[in-house]
């Protein structure tokens, strides 16, 4: 059951470049996050990152780690090597490969848009602005039209001047299962070059009998594909 509890929080979330603009409200955003997004797919032929997956229950003094190798396909979807894994056996076994399953069924091409941060899964409200590493960002509520497993609800942050989400702050919209009390999350990104990558995860997952888990995932050492780089 703690995997199913994890799985809530590799939702999708748009990556990609930007363009310069100074909408301000909701509807403008919105639109402009939309229009954006449409050219970084267009303009993102492939990459490879690496991923650090740490989770530790500190109640039972356990804790796991493994390495990661992901490639992001031209169609959106994403393929996993395990490099290395160690500590809990339960998270070896069930937990960790669990996550990668869900992440590999929600980026295949059919599932993408059930997951992605737009008008047909929230609504929005704009809140305000806030600098998000010494870059202005618009703050805006979601709420999800659906209980969709992997939908959200909570904040985000988006870049004022590419109007790409740097950071997510909330929890999934529909509860993993009985055994999951609550999960809260933190989805952090990154600009590299003219495209914005996942950077960190934690999340905070209070489960039945097991207790609070912290999960916390690191991603690094992305390459774009060279036929397709820009400056």
Known sequence: MLAVALISILMGTPEGIGLAG???????VVAAMMSHDAERIAALHGYTAMR???LENRGHHKRAEMLV???GHEDGSRTFE???ASGWGVVLKHVFPRLLEAEVESSRPDA???SRVTPENYSFEMLGTEE???RLAYVMA?????KNKFLMRGRIWVDAEDYAIVRIVGQPAKNPSFWTKSVRFTHEYQKNGIFWFPMRDDSVNDVRIVGTTEMRIEYFDY???ENHKRD
């Open 132 to 134: 998000v590493r010494d």
């Open 52 to 54: 650090r997956y740490e």
């Open 223 to 225: 390459t774009v594909a």
């Open 22 to 28: 100074s909408p301000g409200t909701t509807d403008d």
């Open 69 to 71: 190798r992901v490639t």
């Open 112 to 114: 993408r848009d059930r």
């Open 142 to 146: 979601i709420e999800p039209k659906t």
């Open 82 to 84: 395990t490099l290395s």
